[in-house]
């Protein structure tokens, strides 16, 4: 018996570790941070947008968690995710009283609980950078590299997902709306060859049915997300 297995045959140091995989530099946005005294520099803030993380829970852990939203006080709102019946909390704020305000403290909220599982949790640990800054437009009007010694978000991307999540992807698409009977068509569309099983998919291809999917716009919406 694997002793890195939880009592559900979750091997959870392999999972936060593939979780916990750098996103693709595509998808590393940056924001200003604090400015020097004069507002011509700031810190280069890295950040990655929700849907990014959507899509990696959804690609490593495909029917197998789900987020639900709480408000706390007048600004702030506790997300809870569960990956695999494991929960894990934490809280989001906006002081601004502008209409994004509440999308704003879930988005931060939602990171947030997901980095306790490691997810994006390298974002956090980049080098703090000053870049030049336009107080005018309150924008970055550079930005710095990433680290070249980063580990390759594509390892392991020759690894097949197997039956138990090929089962599960075949939910989630039909969730989103596809019918089952186009799921083959659909991926062999998305990926370039011939499908018949989703077991043979190996993750990079994987991600790339999963992407073509959200960039359609067949996902659900709805909250709480159960996914």
């Known amino acids: 018996m694997n002793t890195n297995q939880d009592s559900n045959g979750i091997n959870w140091p392999a999972l936060i570790a593939r979780l916990a995989e750098p996103f693709s530099p595509a998808d590393v ?3 200003p941070g604090s400015t020097n005294k004069d507002k011509t520099k700031a810190l280069a803030l890295a950040y ?16 197998n968690w789900e987020v639900t939203f709480e ?15 494991i ?12 209409n994004n305000a509440g999308t704003t403290a879930e988005a931060q909220a939602f990171k947030r609980a997901c980095s306790k599982f490691g997810l994006g949790r390298y974002l956090y640990d980049l080098p703090l950078t000053w870049m030049p800054y336009n107080p005018n437009t309150q924008e970055l009007k550079a930005t710095p590299p990433l680290p070249t ?17 090929a089962s599960a992807m ?7 709306g596809l019918p089952s009977q186009q799921h083959y068509s659909f991926a062999t569309a998305a990926i370039g060859r011939t499908i ?3 077991a043979t998919l190996n993750e990079a291809e994987a991600a790339k049915v999963w992407r073509t999917a959200t ?3 067949i996902r659900r919406t709805a909250k709480p997300r159960t996914n």
């Open 196 to 198: 018949t099983s989703f």
């Open 215 to 217: 960039n359609i716009g």
């Open 170 to 176: 075949h939910r989630e698409l039909s969730n989103t």
């Open 48 to 63: 990655a947008e929700p849907r990014v993380y959507e899509d990696r829970l959804n690609q490593i852990c495909p029917g």
């Open 87 to 98: 929960t894990r909390s934490s809280t989001g704020e906006e002081t601004n009283t502008n």
């Open 29 to 31: 946005k940056w924001r």
């Open 71 to 85: 408000p706390w006080g007048t600004n702030r709102i506790i997300c809870q995710l569960t990956i695999h019946g």
């Open 149 to 165: 010694n980063m580990p390759s978000s594509s390892a392991n991307q020759d690894e097949v997902i197997g039956t138990e999540r």
